[in-house]
């Protein structure tokens, strides 16, 4: 089975936020980035389906600037086969990204391509669907569960009052939501294994976007909390609160 | 003048609440510049509720039946929303699980750009300018869109608005499609409970529960609010097997916007304020007078949860009883 694998580069969610120059970004001195963690499960599902099947291979690919060499080397390092980086710009758009990523997935010709359900920086929520869209080929988001055999997959995506159920012919695009499995870590062997794997560089540009960033702000501060009082004796006031000034009861 | 479609959900047949939230969303934009809103529904066959939608400001209810559409479609939705938005400006639909899962696909289909988590949306000219969280929540992005843009916004981000219009039901053809997913159904949870991104009322355990029996604590107190309340958790005792994953509140559970959030026995980490930082008034009960959660929530009671929480429970049924 070949599977890729889009990996994106993104801030460690404990990570302070503050805002870059340009008043659109994040300042970014001082702030560890990591692989975005729904990509990790991504990464997980993909080796273990290339093991189920016993043969095949897993590529792991990043659109970005040089600095992601070093998250796709994690993923060398857990046990993808091998690498390509997209090397330009990302937008802040994501179909202009979908594009650049769905053109040079076409031709690798995978039967899954895996990528996580939602990047902790963007919350873009979006560039699986769309390359699926851009190659015309089935897709399952946020899946929590994913089984493949005779070239079908079934899975399941938690919505709004249960578990969905779903099926699709392969090859398939699924974006890969927590509880799907545990990612591994890398291993010093595998460390040691990842500085040798292949990572083609391969320039690109991204194109026009029809979205703009105006600006990035903080959010506003949430009026000062009240400590209404301790312990049960203070029960009465917040009910009071809640009824007469926060109105919800 | 130009049309905003939204894009409504249903299931077996009935539609889907928070069909008039996103109708008042969509007035936002079309509100300053005149424009109507028309509304799409793809089901099999009649879809109840879709008469009440002209009182919640929809100038035409557009309905597409399909065989296929008794469980969520994606490709059916995808080519029938494609055939019909050459007329409108840009589409709206509830960021929820199903409307996440769409919206991108619409956008491709259409080459337009795609918001999801909108939390508030304007006219910016021909442009629709939208703020949404990013980072976690940690901050808030201003992005304008151009073209016939796919806004996803989040559920409870707008109260329905109550401005009647023609409401005019007419169908509309659906396209032959390639159904390249095929969804077969939703199992229902073990027991029937509300779902902590829908209910009005939210009712969170963490660590501090100290145990999963406890959470019976929540339970009565949910109780007490009659329905409407859903039993939330941090991922800390998700993870440890106390509740289930549909629980979890936080970057990586779900996002909630609640009238009413009680975060009790929980820290405040950054990932759980991911999920509930926009509840409009938050309630936290913590033994720890220095735990994070205090500097987000609106009332604080700084106290043992085993006492304050059957406390709590016993107001709140008296109040509600009046
Ligand atoms: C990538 C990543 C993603 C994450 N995603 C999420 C997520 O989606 N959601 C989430 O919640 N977390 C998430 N986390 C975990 C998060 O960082 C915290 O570990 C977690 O939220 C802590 O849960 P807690 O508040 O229940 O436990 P703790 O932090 O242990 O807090 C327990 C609290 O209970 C109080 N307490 C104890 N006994 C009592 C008592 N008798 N009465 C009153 N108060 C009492 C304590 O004072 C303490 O404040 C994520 C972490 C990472 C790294
Ligand atoms: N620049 C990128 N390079 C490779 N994959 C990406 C990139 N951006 C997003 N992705 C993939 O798309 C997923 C969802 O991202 P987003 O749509 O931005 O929330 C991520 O988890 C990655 O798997």
Redesign the pocket.
Do not use: E, K
């Given at each position: 089975m070949k599977i890729a694998v889009l990996l994106r580069r993104v801030p460690d969610?404990?990570a302070k936020i503050a805002i870059g120059a340009d008043g659109v970004s994040i300042a970014e001195a001082g702030v560890k980035f990591v692989p975005n963690?729904y990509d990790e499960y991504a990464l997980e599902a993909a080796i273990a389906l290339k093991d189920a099947a016993g043969a095949g291979e897993t590529i792991v690919v990043a659109l970005g600037p040089d600095v992601v060499q070093e998250t796709l080397r994690t993923a060398l390092a857990m046990g993808i086969d091998r690498a390509i980086h997209l090397q330009g710009a990302a937008s802040t758009d994501g179909l202009a990204n979908a594009r650049v990523l769905a053109e040079h997935l076409g031709p690798l010709g995978c039967d899954a391509i895996l990528c996580g359900k939602l990047a902790?920086d963007d919350y873009g929520q979006q560039t699986g669907a769309m390359v699926a869209e851009l190659l015309e080929l089935p897709c399952a988001t946020a899946v929590s569960k994913l089984e493949v055999s005779g070239g079908r997959a079934t899975v399941e995506r938690e919505v709004e009052g249960g578990v969905e159920q779903a099926s699709c012919a392969l090859p398939a695009v699924f974006t890969c939501d927590k509880g799907l499995n545990n990612p591994r870590l890398p291993s010093l062997k595998g460390i040691m294994a990842a500085k040798k794997k292949p990572l083609d560089i391969v320039p690109v540009t991204v194109g026009e976007a029809q979205s703009s960033v105006v600006s990035l702000a903080l959010p506003p501060e949430r009026a000062a909390g009240r400590i209404v009082g301790e312990g049960a004796a203070a029960v009465p006031a917040l009910v009071q609160l809640l009824t007469s000034e926060a109105k919800v009861l | 003048m130009a049309a905003i479609l939204a894009v409504l959900e249903q299931r077996q047949g009935a539609l889907r609440k928070g069909a008039a939230e996103l109708i008042a969303a969509a007035l936002q934009v079309a509100g300053v510049s005149g424009d109507t809103v028309d509304v799409l529904i793809c089901g099999n066959g009649a879809v109840s509720g879709a008469d009440a939608l002209g009182a919640a400001g929809a100038d035409r209810v557009l309905t597409a039946s399909h065989a296929d559409f008794t469980n969520y479609c994606p490709d059916g939705i995808v080519a029938t929303v494609a055939s019909i938005a050459a007329n409108y400006r840009a589409i709206f639909i509830a960021a929820t699980s199903t409307g996440k899962d769409l919206a991108p696909r619409v956008a491709a289909r259409l080459g337009s750009s795609c918001a999801m988590d909108v939390t508030s949306v304007a006219a910016a000219g021909a442009k629709v300018r939208v703020v949404r969280p990013v980072y976690a929540g940690k901050a808030l992005q201003t992005v304008d869109l151009a073209g016939t843009p796919v806004v996803a916004v989040r559920p409870g981000s707008y109260p329905a608005a109550a401005i009647a219009k023609a409401g005019m039901v007419e169908s509309v053809a659906v396209p032959s499609f390639s159904r390249r997913l095929e969804v077969s159904g939703i199992r229902a949870p073990e027991k029937a409970t509300l779902d902590v991104a829908e209910a009005r009322v939210v009712v969170s355990?963490?660590?501090?529960?100290?145990d999963p029996k406890h959470f019976a604590l929540l339970e009565e107190l949910a109780a007490a609010f009659g329905g409407e309340a859903a039993i939330g958790?941090?991922?800390?005792?998700?993870d440890a097997g106390w509740i289930e994953h549909g629980a979890?509140?936080?970057?990586?559970?779900k996002t909630v916007a609640p009238e009413l959030y009680f975060a009790?026995?929980?820290?405040?980490?950054?990932?759980?304020l991911?999920?509930m930082r926009t509840a409009k008034v938050i309630v936290a009960?913590?033994?720890?007078k220095d735990?994070p959660?205090f500097k987000v929530a609106d009332f604080g009671i700084v106290?043992?949860?085993?006492e304050?929480v059957p406390a709590l429970t016993a107001a709140i049924a008296q109040a509600k009883a009046h």
């Open positions: 969610t404990t963690p902790v | 355990g963490g660590r501090g529960l100290g958790a941090s991922r800390a005792v998700v979890q509140v936080g970057q990586t559970g009790i026995g929980i820290s405040g980490a950054v990932q759980h991911a999920g009960i913590n033994r720890d735990a959660i106290g043992d949860l085993f304050v």
